[in-house]
Each structure stands twice: as C-alpha cells, then as structure tokens.
C-alpha cells in the first residue's frame, strides 16, 4: 500500500505540493475548505474585468488525476498518532468530525487577512485572497456606478460612491489601484459618461512610501506616475474606523467613499496557533529547517512533516509571503518525498514585477526598466503564473479580444 501524503491548505504550497508528487508512489489527499486554488497574481486583474473570474483559479479536482480532495477543516492535529481530526466545510450534510491517518504531513494552511483590530473592517472592507473576493469587489465597482448614476443624486453623493479606496501600497494593492484606474479610464467613462468624472482611486498606507521591496528610484517613478494619473497615494495614514460607506483615519477624519479594499496585512490561522511547535516572532509563522520541516519546541524536525507556505518560515532564513516562495517550497518538497532525500532549500530570486497602470510597470533590480517594457514582462509574468495550457491560451485570446472590443465588462459592440 502506497505510503499516504496528507496535504493541508490548497493555496500555491499545496496545489504545487498535489501537482508534483510521483502518484504511483504515494496516495495524495489535499484538505481545504476551497476547492480551487486562487492564482493570487491574477486577482487583481479579474477583479477589475480584464478577463474571466474562472481564469484566476485552478480546480484540485481533476480528470485523470489520483489526487483525491476533502472540503473539509482541520481542527486538530495529533503529531504523535499522525492523524488529523476534520470537519465538513460543506454547506450541506452532516458536520459530524471524521479521522484522517497519514505518513506524511503537508502543512500549508496560509494565513488570514489581518485587519490590526481596525473597528468595521472585517464587515465593510473587501478583501483579495481568492475568486470570491475578486468577483465581490467587480459587483461592488458596478454597484456604486449604477447607485451614482440614478437620477436623484447629487453631484456631492456621486464623489463620495465614486471614491475607491485601497489599504495597502504593497504589489496587490498597487496593481489593484492601478486596474481600477484602467477600467475607469478605458471603459466606464464611456459606460457612464455622466458621473465617470467623479470617481477616484487612493491607495493609504501607514508606511512612510508604497512598494517597499523595489528600488527607491523605481518608488519614485510608481509615486510620480499615480500623481501624473490622479490617483492619490495617501502614506503615513492611519485608519481608524471602516464604515460602509466611509473611511476614518486619524489624519484627515471621515472620508466618504464607495469601497474600501483591505490588501495589507497577514496573520496565522487558528490551526497554525493550535500547534505546539517552534514559532517565528512577530508573525508567528511555524519554524523549519532548511529541509523545511517544522521544528518541536525543543528546536527538533520533525521528519515525517513538512511547513510551507505563509504558515512556515525557516529559521534564520526568513523569506516574504509571496506566492513565488510558496511554489518553489512546494517543488522543492515534492522532490524530497519522490526522491526519499531530505535537501536544504535554496530559494531561487525572480525579478519582482509591479503594474501601476496604463501599460506601465516597474521591475525590481532593473530601473532602466519601465513603461510599456515592464507592462509586457508583467504581462509574461502573468502568463507563467497560469497553471496549464487552457489558462494561458485563452488569457492571450482575451487580451487580444479586449484590445479590439474592450474589456469582457464593457464591450464595445
């Protein structure tokens, strides 16, 4: 009988994880409570129409694959007896808990959005984790054109439904603002001539500047090119309070707004701080190896389990919460378990791409590279990000549709 890889979380740790592991050689299990796994880099894009909700995410579940999948949670983990003690997340059926066995231990669960206590965030603010968060903020975008364009609202009700706000100058937030800058520009001033003028995008960030990982010349040149644009970058704000339909910081008081989208901040999941083992200060993510097996809190790994993910971090060898680490972990565990070798990691640095709208770009390390050439290395990085063939190919068929028809939302004809 195969030897049984339990894995849990379907994030890119997970699914790489799933993907790549020898299925003659092991009985693959994942446990999450989604189904797909969110391609995170292409959220923002799919938030904003450039192309199909469905193309930002990839099904666990598939035709000719032995990986099996339980839509479930996993409340408890009992490292001595290697079992795991779930709970349907289904919204039908029973919730009766059930047992799973295992020999080895995938643990890549994620982390959750952190909101830092803020009063009203988690009720109002709208969040870029996965397909569902993206497809929320599109209806919400259209909800507030439509709600600005009935005819008894005036000109000083228009300004504050049309104001969009990010939290967050990192790359999501960034892209994200950027996005919505390009579908207001491109097609809902021709879908709503009469209010378009009145929206506006700000991006606030208690940081002192947005994108901290890029150069500083290349900050500057993401800061001049969202003021050339209009788009307001607000640093040094702290928000107080989320309402509804306003933002409350302690620099400028109540601002009226019509979506506030929350794209900073990580914490651990419940399970993850259940877990008697070694932790990271600060955010506590699980210490590892460089094998990357969780260490006990004696500072001992545990050889039949691994920690990758946002979940996990190495010691001494921190690295950031990127999708780009997660999947080369998951490569890197597969190869351990289809090789039967334990292996230090060694994470390989890719150029960190950020758009800031209107096919422009910044590429970390390259300050020669901007604009239309950074757009395209974004848009190649975007395209290596999709997971399979029929992804890619009818990203680039969209692409080439919108180009002459406008954007799925907003088609001219």
């Known amino acids: 009988m195969a030897p049984i890889v339990f894995i849990i979380g379907s994030g890119w740790a997970g699914y790489t994880v799933a993907r790549s592991l020898d299925s003659t050689k092991y009985d693959v299990t994942v446990i999450s409570p989604e189904p797909t796994t969110p391609i995170t880099p292409l959220l923002a894009s799919a938030a904003c129409g450039q192309f199909s909700l469905a193309l930002a995410e990839e099904p666990i579940r598939r035709k000719q694959s032995n990986v099996r999948y339980r839509k479930a949670f996993v409340k408890r983990i009992d490292l001595e007896r290697r079992t795991c003690h779930c709970e349907s997340s289904c919204d039908v059926g029973g919730k009766a808990g059930f047992e799973i066995a295992y020999d080895y231990l995938v643990l890549a669960p994620g982390c959750v959005a952190n909101t830092f206590n803020t009063p009203g965030a988690p009720e109002h603010a709208f969040f870029v984790k996965n397909v569902r968060d993206a497809a929320a903020i599109r209806a919400r975008i259209f909800d507030q054109f439509e709600a600005a364009s009935l005819p008894n609202v005036s000109a000083e009700e228009c300004k504050g439904l ?115 083992l070694s932790k990271a200060d600060g955010l506590p993510r699980l210490l590892t190896d460089d094998c990357l097996r969780p260490l006990d809190i004696n500072g001992s790994p545990l050889d039949h389990v691994f920690a990758i993910g946002d979940a996990a971090d190495i010691q001494d060898g921190s690295l950031p919460t990127t ?15 289809n090789t039967d070798q334990r292996l230090p990691f060694e994470y390989k640095q890719h150029a960190m791409i950020a758009y800031i709208g209107d096919q422009d770009g910044v590429i970390a390390g390259r300050e020669d590279w901007t604009g239309a050439s950074a757009w395209l290395a974004w848009r190649r990085k975007n395209l290596q990000w999709a997971r399979g063939w029929r992804t890619k190919v009818m990203l680039v068929m969209t692409w080439f549709l919108n180009s002459l028809y406008g954007k799925e939302v907003a088609r001219k004809r």
């Open 162 to 276: 049309l104001h969009f706000v990010v939290v967050g100058g990192g790359p999501t937030g960034v892209e994200l603002a950027a996005e919505l800058y390009d579908l207001m520009k491109d097609d809902l001033t021709y879908m709503y001539p009469e209010v378009a003028k009145y929206a506006t995008v700000a991006i606030h960030d208690v940081a002192p500047g947005i994108l901290s990982p890029f150069d500083e010349k290349l900050k500057e040149h993401a800061m001049a090119s969202f003021k050339h644009r209009e788009v307001a970058i607000k640093t040094g704000s702290h928000i107080e309070k989320v309402g509804r339909s306003s933002l409350h910081t302690k620099e400028d008081g109540e601002i009226p707004c019509g979506m506030v989208v929350w794209a900073t901040g990580n914490k651990q999941c419940p399970l993850v701080d259940s877990l008697e």
């Open 323 to 337: 999708a780009e680490v997660a999947t080369q972990k998951g490569e890197h565990v597969a190869k351990m378990l």
